[in-house]
């Protein structure tokens, strides 16, 4: 019998033959990741650092993202107490405020490469498994365990695979593919599983599967994971990544799955995640025309260059409506520029956009963009939550930035094929 | 003893609000703001010795320990929910929290029913009728069992 792709690297990284479900496996990550949250980490772990140092200087990649810039002088403490344990123990994977969220930061420097195992201090981990690495969440004091130790502790998931087919028909995008799955298996459809995806994966770019794999958490699943194909490696290369730097590896032919499904990509429609759970798919019909006064584009899931291009595309030459405010926050410093040398956010600007600057702030309601009472807001992010962008009596819909882009117009939730076809 | 009842899919913003969580980390800090969107009476009324319950998919969301870092500070004995999501299992682990994953359990019981726990032999009892819970794997009880994984780790560090 085969191995699934999550069996297969929890083997290679324990140094075992085989793995199967259940089997509790210890491994040395090749990353741990952790943002603002580092400040009350390492705030656990004081003496014992001073005592027993960072067990890999290599390991810990810290991005500070989630309230940047600092938005009172507590969060500007956490940031310096982050910026000086990097210095304290010379970790040479620091990146400061402005870079990006950590998770596009970490996919853009090289991190997250195919065949690593990362896990991180943030639920959203599991973005990277676009780009084949078995990629986690775990909480601050397994981060703080790890700096001190080295390794930790894995459950070998069952898997549940889904089959792709067909092409995702413009202006549907992946944000309505993983939206549509959330929905049919539920938020914890796949708990404590692995998902991996096959078939017509190359119709998807590495910013598509890096949405649907950033969501892989809203359905339970510990990773959610693409293989490693020609456009992988067309990224990895164009960010100066060489086919040697790295050993990917994916599920056997004859590998045992728990539930196996299948979508056709050309029957996607446009969706949304109505309040307050993410499995409350929706269809934009069912929704149109409800009011919503602010909308936010961009984050983790859908902050990239192709989502700002998708969005700004429909913006192009409109003006957003007078009641609604739209926020953009791209996911990186870099994708900033590009979408500043392109155009992209420009037209967004002329159209009404308010930029802000590469960071987490309004999709957790930590900082910038928070809501009312009585308001809702649609946004590209991936979680809709009570109280979520701060206010327990604003609803939140989650919808793909073609969605988002064609509600800001009208103020209400809009079809994004009426816009396109103008 | 009391018993605080709770639905299916209840996440860690209802658990501890995302606003709070870079400027709230210290059992103390933490401790007013449990539960606050989900709950309003529960921070002033949990004692310890009581249990939380919950049906599927509890502390779904965010990684923030905040939820299983207080819970087991203001002494919640442990948390008996129909399943549980992943990083909120690891996590309840790594605070030294019992976790009681039992669907029977949760559907047997009533508002007033009588509940005690035998957390060695992996029983719970509801108005009479004993259902079983599966414990964990020895390497990681031993773990829950340190205190947490924090005590766990310093030891193994002085070995």
Same mark, same amino acid.
Not at chain 1, 78 to 91: G, I, K, M, P, V
Not at chain 1, 273 to 291: C, F, I, M, Q, W
Not at chain 1, 305 to 325: C, E, K, N, Q
Not at chain 1, 326 to 340: D, F, G, N
């Given at each position: 019998?085969?191995?699934?792709?999550?069996?297969?690297?929890?083997?290679?990284?324990?140094?075992?033959?085989?793995?199967?479900?259940?089997?509790?496996?210890?491994?040395?990550?090749?990353?741990?990741?952790?943002?603002?949250?580092?400040?009350?980490?390492?705030?656990?772990?004081?003496?014992?650092?001073?005592?027993?140092?960072?067990?890999?200087?290599?390991?810990?990649?810290?991005?500070?993202?989630?309230?940047?810039?600092?938005?009172?002088?507590?969060?500007?403490?956490?940031?310096?107490?982050?910026?000086?344990?990097?210095?304290?123990?010379?970790?040479?994977?620091?990146?400061?405020?402005?870079?990006?969220?950590?998770?596009?930061?970490?996919?853009?420097?090289?991190?997250?490469?195919?065949?690593?195992?990362?896990?991180?201090?943030?639920?959203?981990?599991?973005?990277?498994?676009?780009?084949?690495?078995?990629?986690?969440?775990?909480?601050?004091?397994?981060?703080?365990?790890?700096?001190?130790?080295?390794?930790?502790?894995?459950?070998?998931?069952?898997?549940?695979?889904?089959?792709?087919?067909?092409?995702?028909?413009?202006?549907?995008?992946?944000?309505?593919?993983?939206?549509?799955?959330?929905?049919?298996?539920?938020?914890?459809?796949?708990?404590?599983?692995?998902?991996?995806?096959?078939?017509?994966?190359?119709?998807?770019?590495?910013?598509?599967?890096?949405?649907?794999?950033?969501?892989?958490?809203?359905?339970?699943?510990?990773?959610?994971?693409?293989?490693?194909?020609?456009?992988?490696?067309?990224?990895?290369?164009?960010?100066?990544?060489?086919?040697?730097?790295?050993?990917?590896?994916?599920?056997?032919?004859?590998?045992?799955?728990?539930?196996?499904?299948?979508?056709?990509?050309?029957?996607?429609?446009?969706?949304?995640?109505?309040?307050?759970?993410?499995?409350?798919?929706?269809?934009?019909?069912?929704?149109?025309?409800?009011?919503?006064?602010?909308?936010?584009?961009?984050?983790?899931?859908?902050?990239?260059?192709?989502?700002?291009?998708?969005?700004?595309?429909?913006?192009?030459?409109?003006?957003?409506?007078?009641?609604?405010?739209?926020?953009?926050?791209?996911?990186?410093?870099?994708?900033?520029?590009?979408?500043?040398?392109?155009?992209?956010?420009?037209?967004?600007?002329?159209?009404?956009?308010?930029?802000?600057?590469?960071?987490?702030?309004?999709?957790?309601?930590?900082?910038?963009?928070?809501?009312?009472?009585?308001?809702?807001?649609?946004?590209?992010?991936?979680?809709?939550?009570?109280?979520?962008?701060?206010?327990?009596?604003?609803?939140?819909?989650?919808?793909?930035?073609?969605?988002?882009?064609?509600?800001?117009?009208?103020?209400?939730?809009?079809?994004?094929?009426?816009?396109?076809?103008? | 003893?009391?018993?605080?009842?709770?639905?299916?899919?209840?996440?860690?913003?209802?658990?501890?609000?995302?606003?709070?969580?870079?400027?709230?980390?210290?059992?103390?800090? %933490?401790?007013?703001? #449990? !539960?606050?969107?989900?709950? +309003? /009476?529960?921070? *002033?009324?949990?004692?310890? @010795? $009581?249990? =939380?319950?919950?049906?599927?998919?509890?502390?779904?969301?965010?990684?923030?320990?905040?939820?299983?870092?207080?819970?087991?500070?203001?002494?919640?004995?442990?948390?008996?929910?129909?399943?549980?999501?992943?990083?909120?299992?690891?996590?309840? %682990?790594?605070?030294? #929290? !019992?976790?009681?994953?039992? +669907? /029977?359990?949760? *559907?047997?019981?009533?508002? @007033? $029913?009588? =509940?005690?726990?035998?957390?060695?032999?992996?029983?719970?009892?509801?108005?009479?009728?004993?259902?079983?819970?599966?414990?964990?794997?020895?390497?990681?009880?031993?773990?829950?069992?340190?205190?947490?994984?924090?005590?766990?780790?310093?030891?193994?560090?002085?070995?």
């Amino acid at each position: 019998m085969g191995m699934t792709f999550a069996e297969k690297i929890l083997a290679r990284k324990a140094g075992l033959d085989q793995t199967v479900p259940g089997q509790i496996v210890i491994i040395e990550p090749d990353h741990l990741l952790t943002h603002d949250n580092t400040a009350a980490i390492v705030g656990k772990i004081t003496d014992d650092l001073e005592r027993f140092g960072v067990a890999r200087r290599s390991m810990p990649v810290i991005a500070l993202d989630h309230v940047v810039p600092a938005a009172s002088e507590k969060h500007a403490v956490n940031h310096q107490t982050a910026r000086s344990f990097a210095e304290r123990f010379d970790l040479p994977n620091f990146y400061d405020v402005g870079t990006g969220v950590c998770h596009q930061v970490l996919m853009e420097k090289g991190h997250a490469l195919p065949g690593r195992v990362i896990v991180g201090s943030d639920s959203h981990t599991c973005s990277y498994g676009a780009l084949g690495v078995f990629s986690t969440g775990v909480d601050r004091t397994e981060a703080a365990a790890l700096y001190l130790r080295g390794k930790t502790w894995l459950r070998v998931p069952e898997t549940i695979r889904i089959t792709l087919s067909g092409k995702l028909q413009s202006p549907v995008s992946a944000k309505d593919l993983v939206l549509t799955i959330i929905g049919d298996i539920g938020a914890a459809g796949a708990a404590y599983r692995a998902v991996e995806f096959h078939g017509a994966v190359d119709t998807l770019t590495i910013e598509e599967r890096f949405t649907i794999a950033n969501m892989g958490v809203e359905m339970g699943a510990k990773i959610a994971v693409f293989p490693v194909d020609a456009v992988t490696r067309e990224y990895l290369s164009s960010i100066g990544i060489q086919d040697s730097a790295y050993e990917a590896l994916w599920a056997d032919g004859d590998a045992a799955y728990g539930r196996e499904l299948t979508y056709d990509l050309g029957a996607i429609e446009p969706v949304v995640a109505a309040p307050h759970k993410v499995d409350n798919r929706k269809s934009v019909a069912e929704l149109e025309g409800t009011k919503i006064q602010q909308v936010l584009l961009g984050t983790c899931t859908n902050g990239r260059l192709s989502d700002l291009d998708a969005a700004a595309r429909i913006l192009d030459g409109r003006t957003v409506s007078p009641t609604v405010r739209l926020l953009v926050l791209p996911a990186s410093r870099e994708i900033y520029q590009q979408a500043m040398e392109n155009g992209t956010l420009a037209t967004l600007s002329k159209a009404g956009g308010t930029i802000l600057p590469p960071g987490c702030g309004p999709c957790l309601g930590a900082h910038q963009g928070c809501l009312a009472p009585g308001e809702k807001c649609l946004s590209t992010a991936n979680r809709n939550f009570k109280g979520r962008m701060g206010c327990t009596e604003a609803e939140i819909y989650l919808a793909s930035p073609e969605t988002a882009a064609a509600t800001a117009i009208h103020g209400t939730i809009s079809d994004p094929r009426r816009e396109v076809s103008r | 003893m009391k018993i605080w009842k709770y639905g299916d899919d209840v996440n860690t913003d209802m658990l501890f609000p995302g606003k709070y969580t870079y400027t709230c980390s210290t059992a103390e800090e %933490i401790k007013p703001h #449990l !539960l606050e969107d989900l709950d +309003p /009476d529960f921070a *002033a009324g949990v004692k310890p @010795g $009581d249990l =939380v319950f919950g049906g599927t998919n509890f502390g779904c969301g965010s990684s923030r320990e905040q939820p299983t870092l207080g819970l087991k500070a203001v002494g919640v004995e442990a948390i008996v929910a129909a399943s549980f999501a992943r990083i909120f299992y690891r996590s309840s %682990i790594n605070q030294g #929290l !019992l976790l009681v994953e039992c +669907p /029977d359990a949760v *559907a047997a019981y009533t508002d @007033g $029913d009588e =509940v005690t726990l035998d957390p060695a032999a992996g029983t719970i009892t509801v108005a009479g009728k004993a259902f079983s819970f599966p414990k964990l794997p020895p390497e990681i009880l031993a773990i829950r069992d340190a205190g947490g994984l924090l005590p766990w780790t310093r030891a193994e560090l002085e070995k």
